[in-house]
């Protein structure tokens, strides 16, 4: 049963910077990409970063450019996405989304709240 399994959220003051993991396991195949996503409570749950395993090509969404970085390692099918310069309005909780095969598995979440 593939599991993926998000770590490192916490309270953080404005400006600074926060690395948040993502684990999956009970996989046979490696994922093809993995994907962060953030929501807010009442809100939809919006795309914030993605990486591809093969070749290791990144997308960004226009409020974490610059800011945000995705990256994978590829024996441990972890994934991290660092964050810097962080600002109150990217409080929400982090989810992971892994694509294997023809399948995504989503993980349960982790809160990142950024005070002023």
């Known amino acids: 049963q593939v599991q993926v399994v998000e770590s490192g959220g916490g309270l953080v003051q404005s400006g600074d910077s926060l690395r948040v993991s993502c684990a999956v396991s009970g996989h046979t195949f490696t994922p093809s990409r993995m994907e962060w996503f953030r929501q807010c409570p009442g809100k939809d749950r919006d795309f914030v970063a993605g990486i591809w395993w093969s070749g290791g090509s990144t997308t960004y969404a226009d409020s974490v450019k610059g800011r945000f970085t995705i990256s994978r390692v590829n024996d441990e099918s972890t994934a991290y996405l660092q964050m810097n310069n962080l600002k109150p309005e990217d409080t929400a909780v982090y989810y992971c989304?892994?694509?294997?095969?023809?399948?995504?598995?989503w993980g349960q979440g982790t809160q990142v709240t950024v005070s002023s």
């Open positions: 989304r892994a694509t294997i095969g023809a399948k995504t598995y």
